[in-house]
């Protein structure tokens, strides 16, 4: 796998978890990491407490997975062999952010059954397909992105690829 690419997989990993906490978690507040109620609307002060704190070590997880994928970033930057593509290293982190959601839709909405996009709500099991589906659609729609912008505009080489003249 190309460094520019694995860097925008690992970055789009990582914000595509901070797009799930902030908005679904924080924002919206349909659900937590683990929901301990059927709708996971919390009934103590306890609970919200153990929530949060649940929250807090999935948001430090994405926020280490976007500080590797920086990391990535500037090592692909010192790998001269790759022309660097704006579109390129987005579609890879729309396909990162994909992956995020393929796999947690999987593993804790359906496996696990920790939490579900809309816990308690009428249409759960439709959320949480969508939720699954977003994130095909993003790996399909990423990597033809990280394709087309190989093969397009020839792109900008990582400074310490041009030569002066």
Avoid at 101 to 110: K, R, S, Y
């Amino acid at each position: 796998m190309k460094p520019l690419t694995k860097a925008g997989i690992v970055l789009g990993l990582g914000l595509g978890g901070f797009v799930d906490g902030i908005v679904l978690h924080q924002i919206l507040g349909w659900h937590h990491l683990i929901c301990t109620t059927d709708t996971c609307q919390v009934e103590t002060i306890a609970a919200l407490k153990v929530q949060n704190t649940q929250d807090g070590f999935f948001h430090l997880s994405t926020w280490i997975l976007t500080a590797l994928g920086v990391g990535l970033l500037f090592r692909a930057a010192r790998a001269t062999t790759q022309i660097w593509s704006g579109k390129s290293l987005f579609g890879a982190m729309l396909a990162g952010w994909g992956i995020f959601n393929f796999v947690e839709g999987l593993i804790d909405h359906q496996i696990l059954g920790i939490h579900h996009v809309r816990s308690g709500h009428p249409n759960q099991f439709v959320f949480d397909m969508l939720f699954l589906a977003s994130g095909v659609l993003l790996v399909l729609v990423g990597m033809s992105m990280a394709k087309n912008g190989q093969r397009g505009a020839p792109g900008i080489p990582p400074s310490g690829a041009i030569s002066p003249r």
